[in-house]
């Protein structure tokens, strides 16, 4: 089946995407499996997870004090601010794995710190290796040769920010249950899609941008 393992819903401060009109569309197109993972916060994983008839695992993309770390499989919400350490720790307290996105992709992103990610390399499960929203082929391959490097597992995800994103990149996997089984799947996995338009991801900024600023402004206060 085909996982799109990171996309965002309306949960996130930056997306408008509903938890039904994702699970129609994975429905329509074909995508078996999705990994939630909202800018803090798992009420949309939770919600699909209640509502979709395929398996949805429930993520959290943490915004850590020195960028940001994938949780899969969670239970609890991990607040921003904490270090990657606290992160992590609180991850895999909750029987979850670890995962890091576009971790050379700094254009408008926030990847772990290099020196963050290199202390901590025995503690991550999982590398994304191919993000739709990436501009630039040459983070995939990057993030790629990390992975292999060092004998990591490898994932890949829309980084949807609207509907129509989802499942523009994925892994092929074999059924899971749980974590374990989950990481198996991985290691067996193969990678597919293709890179998200310029245009869509324009389109997204703007039509996200009055919720971006509220946000914005609440967590000023």
Known sequence: MKADLHLHTCYSPDSNSSVENIVAHCKKFGIGCVAVTDHNAIEGGLRMQEIAPFPVIVGEEVKSNAGEIIGYFLKERIPAGLSPRDVISRIKDQGGLVCLPHPFDGLGRYPLKANERDSLLDQIDIIEVFNARSIRNNFSQQALDFAEEHGLLKSAGSDA???????????????????????QALASGTIGGHRNSVKNRVLTALTTMPKRIRYKLLCTK
């Open 161 to 183: 920010h609207s509907v129509s994103e989802v499942g523009n990149a994925y892994v092929e996997i074999t059924e899971f249950n749980g974590p374990e089984e989950f990481k």
